[in-house]
């Protein structure tokens, strides 16, 4: 496959996963608060600088946010604590996210270990090893990418998978580093999910020494 456009083209005719397929479509319009918009309702694909050096690696696509909006980590919780932090460590171009709005990403990339929105937010085993394949053509369209950020367990794991190493011996918890052949980091976190903001469970300035020092190990 050549380019992100035909990436985008193949990826977002996916419909691999019956029931991903289902619940995105499904779920459109079904909140109150956006009753009546035109959701995105398909696979999200990733978003970002195509040069970047830092990929920020999620869970999925929230039902009412990035399923709506087709940006990831836009529309909801997850990236109204995400988006203002990412300008705060210089690495983006702007404070928050609105598809159109001409946001840059500055040497980052955002994508997810599953493109649909699942149920509950919990994708099945199945799910995540489908959505596995699209992950591996991604990111052989970022050559230059040195960082990869896992933002919780389920995108940890999936990065391991995608290098081929062992869970018992790469445990994920929050700060977690492991170097990567290539000179290369796996860095990981805990999600940015309203879940975790809201407890307390990660903050702000949690979140921010992460992003920091994934920007200074990615040379940017
Ligand atoms: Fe396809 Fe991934 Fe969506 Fe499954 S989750 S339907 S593999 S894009």
């Known amino acids: 496959m050549e380019g992100f456009t035909e990436f985008r ?5 996916c419909r691999l996963c019956p029931r991903l397929v289902a619940w ?3 779920v459109a319009g079904k909140k109150r608060a956006h009753r009546g918009e035109v959701y995105w309702a398909r696979p999200v694909p990733g978003f970002g600088d195509p040069k970047a050096r830092l990929l920020l690696f999620g869970l999925a696509p929230g039902a009412h946010g990035s399923n709506r909006t087709g940006r990831p980590f836009t529309g909801d919780a997850s990236g109204a604590f995400l988006y203002p932090l990412l300008w ?7 404070r928050e996210s609105l598809p159109g709005d001409g946001l840059r990403l500055l040497g980052v990339y955002l994508t997810a270990a599953v493109r649909c929105a699942p149920p509950e937010n919990r994708p099945t085993r199945e799910e995540i090893l489908a959505c596995s394949a699209w992950t591996r053509v991604e990111l052989a369209l970022l050559p ?3 960082v990869y950020l896992a933002l919780g367990r389920v995108a940890h794991e999936a990065l391991l998978e995608q290098f081929g190493l ?7 918890f929050h700060g977690a580093h492991y170097p990567l052949p290539g000179g290369r980091h796996l860095l990981s976190s805990y999600h940015v ?3 975790n903001t809201q407890t307390g469970r990660l903050t702000r300035e949690m979140f921010l020494e992460i992003l920091l020092r994934a920007k200074a190990l990615a040379g940017l």
């Open 24 to 26: 995105r479509e499904g």
């Open 166 to 172: 062992r869970r018992s011996a790469h445990p994920f």
């Open 88 to 94: 705060e460590a210089g690495l983006a171009s702007q």
């Open 193 to 195: 999910s309203r879940q």
């Open 144 to 146: 230059e990418l040195r």
């Open 9 to 13: 083209s193949q990826l977002t005719a």
